[in-house]
């Protein structure tokens, strides 16, 4: 794989910030509405570091357990501190970063640090079948 294509020529730019203190049941119908899999949730005085949500905390954390999505903030179900890659990480790369880490969905940062992108293990289906062509056809848009 050759290593010019990069997490940034991949990512997906929709990145949806929710507060901390927002229920659960608040943020489902905005990822529902935007057919998103994650949210990143913003720091505030009480919360110091980024956190991610994703579809996969809802169904461990609130599905699973039969919790009710409006008595829970989003605080309590975040993963943090969030493992990101840096935009010009090799797609391989990134691939084995999530591996590593068991995760599926990653953000991404720039030169500055702020996230501006989300690679999540669907966008490597596309990956792997522009691989297939040698990068030559992307099926992508």
């Known amino acids: 794989m050759n290593e010019k294509h990069t997490v940034r020529d991949w990512m997906v730019d929709l990145v949806v910030f929710v507060d901390p203190d927002q229920t659960v049941y608040e943020i489902l119908s905005i990822m529902r509405r935007r057919y998103i899999n994650s949210v990143m949730v913003r720091k505030s005085e009480d919360n110091p570091e980024i956190g991610i949500v994703t579809s996969r ?75 297939g062509t040698n990068f030559q056809e992307r099926s992508l848009s």
């Open 57 to 131: 905390d809802i169904s461990d954390k609130i599905v699973a357990e039969n919790r009710n999505p409006k008595d829970i903030k989003v605080k309590e179900i975040m993963s943090s501190p969030v493992v990101a890659a840096h935009q010009n990480l090799s797609v391989k790369d990134c691939a084995i970063l999530m591996r590593e880490n068991h995760i599926h969905h990653l953000p991404v940062k720039d030169d500055s640090g702020l996230i501006i992108g989300m690679v999540s293990a669907s966008d490597f289906l596309l990956i792997a079948e522009a691989m």
